[in-house]
């Protein structure tokens, strides 16, 4: 099976295979894990989500992971071949996705049952949300087996099956483009990582574990069906492939030769300015703005912080509407956001992988 278009498929399709994990240990009881969430800054080359290669996207990121936890236990059903999911965990469809992969890549014949805690639960805003719930599903059923996929192989093979749910119908899944970055945020060390092609992490970067993140949501977004948001992206998605033919090169440039140095020598000033230059002036929020039209206005009210030393890094976080700030000024950067007609959110930056809570 080759996809090439955006309609909806049936939950637990498989359109690119698992690399073979080898001999499935013996499981334990149950597992619980705390799963962290990704704020998507950046995109390195946009033309690269324009087409859908078999749910195979390289446009590569940059990513901040963050202590947004959602909490996942899997415990095995000795009685049973069944997948069952408590009646609190949410969006049950991308749960049952993502056991169904497990199951499949693992030649699982086991029952499963699955509680997820998600105390946040902000769909569809930018976050994450739904990659990190398959992601952190899929992480918890291979803890479960003694973890015999490699993170690496995980990450890609949970991307490149992604799908979010429909909420009128739990049976089937509309494929959103996935680059990767919650699974490398659940899987890898640092609190900033830069992914390149086949959801491959090539740069992770420690800041400091004080580092304080803000988050500010629209107060009137609406949260609508994903079936919905990718109808209108696909109606805009031309914007996206002029923006990567336009800047993709000189943002491979500026990642090379000043972000990523930047970094080595622990400045994060050069990356601040390749990501709000990527947001503000190469049509990146113009083009996100099919979402929530107002982000606009809201971003151009924000635009004096690109210079402002209180602000360590700003931006949309993947097509929004949440913004997004790194600082050191959390009631500031919170008054701002705020000021334009935000809920504000604040939480730390999440240096490692996911949390292992319990094992038996």
Not at 81 to 102: N, Q, V
Not at 249 to 260: F, N, S, T, W
Request: with cysteine.
């Amino acid at each position: 099976m080759h996809k090439t278009d955006f309609k909806s498929f049936k939950v637990g399709t498989i359109f690119n295979s698992a690399v073979d994990s080898g001999e499935v240990g013996r499981p334990y009881s149950h597992v619980e894990i705390s799963y962290p969430s990704r704020l998507e800054a950046m995109a390195l080359d946009p033309a690269k989500i324009a087409d859908n290669n078999n749910l195979i996207y390289e446009a590569g990121q940059v990513d901040f992971c963050v202590a947004l936890y959602k909490k996942i236990k899997v415990t095995l059903d000795l009685e049973s071949k069944e997948i069952t999911i408590s009646e609190r965990t949410p969006r049950k469809g991308l749960i049952r996705h993502a056991a169904l992969l497990m199951r499949q890549a693992l030649n699982l014949d086991f029952g499963l049952i699955i509680d997820v805690d998600d105390p946040v639960n902000l769909r569809h805003c930018g976050l994450g949300s739904s990659s990190s719930l398959i992601a952190g599903t899929a992480a918890a059923i291979n803890e479960l087996f003694g973890a015999p996929m490699a993170p690496q192989d995980l990450v890609r093979y949970c991307a490149q099956n992604h799908g979010e749910e429909v909420d009128s119908d739990d049976s089937i899944l509309v494929p959103v483009q996935c680059i990767g970055g919650s699974g490398v945020c659940g899987h890898f060390d640092g609190g900033l990582v830069v992914l390149a092609g086949q959801a491959t992490p090539i740069t992770t970067y420690i800041l400091p574990e004080t580092t304080r993140v803000v988050i500010g949501i629209p107060s009137d977004f609406n949260h609508p069906d994903s079936t919905e948001l990718m109808n209108a992206e696909v109606d805009n998605i031309n914007g996206f492939r002029e923006a990567g033919e336009a800047y993709g090169p000189d943002i491979a440039y500026r990642l090379v030769h000043e972000a990523l140095p930047g970094l080595v020598n622990n400045n994060l000033k050069p990356m601040k300015d390749l990501i709000f230059d990527y947001r503000w002036n190469m049509g990146s929020i113009e083009n996100c703005s099919f979402v929530y039209p107002k982000m606009i206005e809201i971003a151009e009210a924000l635009r004096d912080l690109r210079d402002d030393d209180r602000i360590e890094i700003l931006s949309l976080s993947s097509v929004g509407p949440a913004f997004f700030g790194i600082t050191n000024d959390v009631e500031y950067l919170e008054d701002r956001f705020k000021s334009l007609g935000m809920n504000t959110y604040v939480t730390k930056i999440h240096n490692g992988a996911y949390i292992l809570n319990e094992r038996n």
